[in-house]
């Protein structure tokens, strides 16, 4: 073989080397493009998903200032984090506890800690602090009107089991003195019909006199009294 011939062959492997480049240039190119699209449609689901949330949610930095909040948070009716501000220092600073020692903690441990019933001014909240490489993700709910509406489940059924028991004490043999007529209660006290009635709930009195004690009492009004009315209780306050 002359020096030709020897210099076209190696003319011949450079292009069969260059060709191999180029189609695994072009499979690297797709499989580029395919992951950009994917990583393109995780991140407007990612968008949509905290944009549209209906939990209001604020996103801060490694150093617990504010990045970004969503909609839910705009449309809360509450003051809005300035970007930059610092989380629960410049920004809902008075809850409970220590609110941004509790964020800090969170993301230096790298695990996710919720706060159920947190209160704050007059509200309660339900907060959920989700860390993540560069910050965490602050998301709260307003549960002031579900709890109010438990205490009031809760207030209505110890109002109910008082009732009953007091229904159920009328329904035995009330402890009664024979003299003075008071009535012992279930803590050894002695009370006069009035109180113990009034003292449960149960009823308001009008005080009268029956025909009888007006009679005892009041004999001259007694009296004077049209005979039709003698059996009718009078009213004195």
């Not at 797709?30 to 991140?43: N, P, T």
């Not at 402890?175 to 009635?197: L, M, Q």
Request: glycine share 6%; hydrophobic share 35%; with cysteine.
């Amino acid at each position: 073989m002359d020096q030709r011939d020897q210099l076209i062959d190696d003319l011949k492997s450079r292009i069969d080397v260059l060709e191999k480049g180029r189609d695994h240039y072009r499979e690297m190119e797709i499989k580029y493009e395919q992951g950009f699209q994917e990583l393109r449609e995780k991140e407007e689901f990612n968008f949509a998903l905290f944009q549209y949330s209906p939990f209001v949610t604020i996103i801060v930095d490694v150093d617990g200032r504010v990045i970004k909040s969503n909609a839910a948070k705009r449309m809360s009716g509450d003051r809005m984090p300035n970007i930059g501000d610092v989380m629960y220092k410049d920004y809902a600073s008075h809850h409970g506890i220590d609110m941004h020692g509790e964020l800090l903690a969170c993301m230096a441990g790298g695990e996710l800690k919720t706060f159920p019933e947190m209160h704050y001014k007059d509200k309660v909240l339900s907060i959920t602090i989700a860390p993540f490489p560069k910050g965490a993700i602050i998301t709260t709910q307003d549960i002031t009107d579900r709890v109010q509406a438990e205490q009031d489940r809760i207030n209505l059924i110890k109002e109910l089991r008082r009732a009953l028991n007091e229904v159920e004490t009328l329904r035995g043999l009330l402890p009664i003195c024979a003299s003075c007529k008071k009535i012992r209660d279930d803590k050894g006290y002695w009370n006069t019909v009035e109180e113990y009635f009034s003292h449960r709930g149960m009823v308001d009195f009008s005080h009268t006199l029956c025909p009888d004690c007006i009679k005892h009492l009041y004999p001259e009004l007694w009296a004077k009294m049209p005979q039709h009315h003698h059996h009718t209780p009078t009213h004195h306050g």
